[in-house]
């Protein structure tokens, strides 16, 4: 494909469409769809002016839309031609249960303040309030990480867009495969990468680090080329894998040795609950001197829409000439930040107190619940099935084309999915079915599978 992240435009059209510059069979785009499309087409005769500036290079390596947009739109071209269909979605990991109840206080509390003399605040510090500093870094790391090395920010995706403006075209990166797109399209984006090689559906100059169940979803670091940056998700999105504290030393060492830096994605920590996976990479000895660690709110607390979220840089960590990579990441924020919202700040503080630690304790226990629901449905169905133990994702090995899969379920059991091709050739037979759903909505999807499967059950 011609990105762990994109599908080509072209995608959904009738009887075959292109996953990066490979064909695979997926449903006939809706009658109703293609008519409009074609007389919007007809009715478009005005000539356009092109202007005399090249398109960024970079942008135009991506060839396509980002991945969960695509699920979008194949649900509602399906709901076009199916308007009765009632569909569940297990796809896009956004949360659906409401902010608790002393949480949406915080937040009330931040947006009343402002409407008052003594409470109103403009523009804010680019690191983030210096309370919301504290709190993270003493009841999240336990004083392990400075409040000085904290910078809170409006969610982990922009974060990571961030934190490529710091190292730049030149740099070199190595990312998980399969993982999160945003690794990948960042790198592009860039200028990190090569061309994508249409053949391995892979980018070259990036480092691919296959991350499969026969190496229990940790790379083999010995078949790893020195980069610079290494992306590093735990617990793992999609397959949900939680690098044990073993591994985690194994990789900070590795990077000791070749002089990389860590970029490590612990938006899924708040899910942990084996004693012996780390929440945070600076758990491990070393790690100051060759990690930043990128977290965010938004399944932490359902903040998905209020936009929160937080970098640690350690002093420690340091360019090749000495320079603490903290002092360009701080000039970055404040050229391109102007601080996460007070209002979402005010959340945050209230997400950090006892009785918001208790709140968010609740919704953690109810979406892995619903993982553990998804996770017996599958197995008992026969599949291989990963993750949804210390995450809220499940990693079904499907076999054979996980786009197809993907059509076939939502064509037969009207429930959306995330095919594992999407976020990269190591994705490829896999399904990621998301625990955020309602619990009525992950029991009926559960039901539909097993209807679905249940004639053609997995041999084990």
Same mark, same amino acid.
């Given at each position: 494909?011609?990105?762990?992240?994109?599908?080509?435009?072209?995608?959904?059209?009738?009887?075959?469409?292109?996953?990066?510059?490979?064909?695979?069979?997926?449903?006939?785009?809706?009658?109703?769809?293609?008519?409009?499309?074609?007389?919007?087409?007809?009715?478009?005769?005005?000539?356009?002016?092109?202007?005399?500036?090249?398109?960024?290079?970079?942008?135009?390596?991506?060839?396509?839309?980002?991945?969960?947009?695509?699920?979008?739109?194949?649900?509602?071209?399906?709901?076009?031609?199916?308007?009765?269909?009632?569909?569940?979605?297990?796809?896009?990991?956004?949360?659906?249960?409401?902010?608790p109840p002393h949480i949406t206080a915080g937040l009330t509390a931040g947006a009343a303040a402002l409407g008052t003399p003594?409470?109103?605040?403009?523009?804010?510090?680019?690191?983030?309030?210096?309370?919301?500093?504290?709190?993270?870094?003493?009841?999240?790391?336990?004083?392990?990480?400075?409040?000085?090395?904290?910078?809170?920010?409006?969610?982990?995706?922009?974060?990571?867009?961030?934190?490529?403006?710091?190292?730049?075209?030149?740099?070199?990166?190595?990312?998980?495969?399969?993982?999160?797109?945003?690794? *990948?399209?960042? #790198?592009?984006?860039? @200028?990190?990468?090569?061309?994508? &090689? =249409?053949?391995?559906?892979? $980018?070259? %100059?990036?480092?691919?680090?296959?991350?499969?169940?026969?190496?229990?979803?940790?790379?083999?670091?010995?078949?790893?080329?020195?980069?610079?940056?290494?992306?590093?998700?735990?617990?793992?999105?999609?397959?949900?894998?939680?690098?044990?504290?073993?591994?985690?030393?194994?990789? *900070?060492?590795? #990077?000791?040795?070749? @002089?990389?830096?860590?970029?490590? &994605? =612990?938006?899924?920590?708040? $899910?942990? %609950?084996?004693?012996?996976?780390?929440?945070?990479?600076?758990?491990?000895?070393?790690?100051?001197?060759?990690?930043?660690?990128?977290?965010?709110?938004?399944?932490?607390?359902?903040?998905?829409?209020?936009?929160?979220?937080?970098?640690?840089?350690?002093?420690?960590?340091?360019?090749?000439?000495?320079?603490?990579?903290?002092?360009?990441?701080?000039?970055?924020?404040?050229?391109?930040?102007?601080?996460?919202?007070?209002?979402?700040?005010?959340?945050?503080?209230?997400?950090?107190?006892?009785?918001?630690?208790?709140?968010?304790?609740?919704?953690?226990?109810?979406?892995?619940?619903?993982?553990?629901?998804?996770?017996?449905?599958?197995?008992?169905?026969?599949?291989?099935?990963?993750?949804?133990?210390?995450?809220?994702?499940?990693?079904?090995?499907?076999?054979?084309?996980?786009?197809?899969?993907?059509?076939?379920?939502?064509?037969?059991?009207?429930?959306?999915?995330?095919?594992?091709?999407?976020?990269?050739?190591?994705?490829?037979?896999?399904?990621?079915l998301s625990a955020f759903a309602p619990r009525a909505a992950?029991?009926?999807?559960?039901?539909?599978?097993?209807?679905?499967?249940?004639?053609?059950?997995?041999?084990?």
């Open positions: 494909m011609a990105s762990s992240a994109f599908i080509p435009a072209s995608s959904f059209t009738p009887s075959r469409a292109r996953v990066g510059r490979a064909a695979v069979s997926l449903p006939a785009a809706p009658r109703a769809a293609s008519a409009a499309a074609s007389a919007a087409a007809a009715t478009t005769t005005t000539p356009r002016m092109a202007t005399g500036v090249s398109r960024n290079a970079n942008l135009a390596k991506l060839q396509a839309g980002y991945l969960f947009p695509e699920i979008g739109r194949r649900r509602t071209a399906y709901l076009a031609s199916h308007p009765d269909a009632s569909i569940i979605s297990l796809g896009i990991g956004d949360t659906t249960q409401p902010i003594e409470g109103y605040s403009g523009y804010g510090a680019e690191q983030g309030t210096p309370a919301l500093r504290e709190k993270i870094a003493s009841v999240l790391y336990g004083g392990s990480v400075k409040a000085e090395e904290v910078f809170v920010s409006d969610g982990a995706k922009c974060d990571i867009a961030r934190l490529q403006s710091v190292f730049g075209p030149t740099a070199t990166a190595a990312v998980q495969d399969p993982s999160y797109p945003v690794y *990948v399209d960042t #790198a592009v984006m860039t @200028g990190q990468t090569g061309e994508v &090689d =249409a053949g391995r559906g892979q $980018f070259d %100059r990036l480092e691919y680090m296959p991350c499969t169940a026969e190496n229990g979803f940790f790379p083999d670091l010995s078949r790893v080329a020195r980069t610079d940056l290494i992306f590093f998700c735990s617990p793992n999105n999609p397959t949900g894998a939680a690098a044990t504290r073993e591994q985690l030393t194994e990789l *900070v060492a590795f #990077a000791k040795k070749n @002089g990389s830096i860590i970029v490590f &994605d =612990a938006a899924y920590a708040p $899910f942990i %609950r084996s004693a012996e996976v780390p929440k945070s990479i600076f758990d491990i000895p070393g790690a100051r001197e060759v990690a930043i660690e990128v977290n965010s709110m938004s399944k932490y607390a359902g903040f998905t829409g209020v936009r929160l979220g937080w970098v640690v840089v350690p002093n420690e960590l340091q360019f090749a000439d000495g320079t603490p990579v903290r002092n360009d990441f701080n000039r970055v924020m404040s050229t391109c930040f102007n601080g996460a919202s007070n209002i979402a700040q005010a959340g945050g503080l209230a997400c950090l107190d006892a009785e918001g630690q208790a709140e968010i304790g609740g919704l953690i226990d109810y979406y892995l619940g619903n993982a553990a629901i998804l996770r017996d449905t599958m197995a008992g169905l026969g599949f291989e099935v990963y993750g949804g133990v210390d995450a809220p994702y499940i990693y079904v090995k499907t076999g054979g084309s996980s786009w197809e899969t993907f059509s076939a379920i939502l064509e037969q059991a009207q429930v959306v999915t995330i095919p594992g091709a999407g976020f990269g050739p190591g994705g490829e037979g896999y399904l990621r992950v029991v009926e999807a559960s039901a539909r599978l097993t209807k679905m499967y249940a004639s053609k059950k997995v041999e084990a």
